[in-house]
């Protein structure tokens, strides 16, 4: 059976950011505040889910090819908030997580603590760099996400800026302002990551932002540091674990990162801090 309509009417009526997932023999769950809670009345059967996703996936423009084992996509419902799945296979059957967010980019006042400080360093880097990385990490990368759009939007108010975004999938669509704004979905607008770094490169944007990715290979690296040389800002969101490991992320582009924004505190009001590169006590980590 397909419960898709009933669990976006749910997520839907939720005015915050909320997550549901669906797995085989078991109720839909919510995850909310650090527990699973049943909001459903149903014991979902393999078929049920695959159902499910088969329906939610044609809400996503360009997303109608097979469902293959694994995958993400996102779409928009007006009035509810845009909606992002992520499936997977377990011993033959599909997970899937299902993540809304407030249809709109909350502004850079409302998500931020001391937004005056915020501001200031966001015009700062807009104005002072380019050729340069700056990366935004935080332990949840949902919050991440949603500090950088409001990053992009701010900036896109305010500067007459040529902005390209890149992700899988797209988290939020991002209005033109005084800047234009071109955005790219990695598996429906553009087939791969490398392709969207190859298309950047013929653009050459003042903003490159680079949604969330767990890694980079060789050509791709090659790519970024080439649109780095061309002179491109480019924002990269990387899921926060340790410095260590953040350090080994960055390792091939860490002569270009200027700055870490940092979620440091990721409440409905979360704390920033912008934290320089000292590139001698990073490369001795």
Request: hydrophobic letters at 40%; one cysteine or more.
């Amino acid at each position: 059976m397909n419960y898709a309509p009933q669990i976006l009417n749910y997520l839907g009526s939720l005015g915050t950011i909320s997550e549901v997932f669906l797995a085989p023999n078991a109720s839909p769950m919510e995850r909310k505040d650090g527990k699973l809670i049943r909001f459903m009345p149903v014991v979902l059967t393999s078929e049920d889910i695959r159902d499910t996703l088969v329906a939610l996936k044609i809400h996503a423009s360009g997303s109608l090819g097979p469902l293959g084992k694994e995958g993400s996509f996102s779409f928009s419902i007006h009035k509810s908030g845009r909606f992002r799945v992520t499936y997977m296979t377990q011993r033959g059957s599909y997970v899937i997580s299902i993540i809304k967010i407030p249809f709109e980019i909350p502004t850079v006042e409302e998500f931020c603590q001391d937004p005056s400080y915020v501001i200031k360093e966001i015009d700062r880097i807009v104005g002072d760099l380019s050729g340069r990385c700056v990366v935004i990490t935080g332990k949840d990368h949902i919050k991440a996400s949603m500090f950088a759009y409001s990053l992009l939007q701010h900036v896109s108010i305010n500067f007459s800026k040529v902005i390209y975004i890149l992700e899988e999938p797209l988290n939020y669509l991002l209005k033109h302002g005084n800047s234009l704004v071109i955005q790219r979905e990695i598996g429906t607008d553009v087939e791969s990551f490398q392709e969207g770094l190859e298309d950047a490169m013929l653009i050459k944007p003042d903003i490159l932002y680079i949604g969330y990715t767990e890694c980079f290979d060789e050509r791709e690296i090659e790519e970024i540091v080439r649109i780095l040389e061309s002179g491109t800002l480019v924002f990269i969101n990387i899921p926060y674990i340790s410095q260590q490991k953040l350090i080994y992320d960055l390792k091939d582009i860490l002569s270009f990162t200027e700055k870490i924004i940092m979620l440091e505190e990721e409440k409905e009001v979360i704390k920033v801090s912008f934290r320089e590169i000292q590139l001698p006590e990073w490369k001795n980590r």
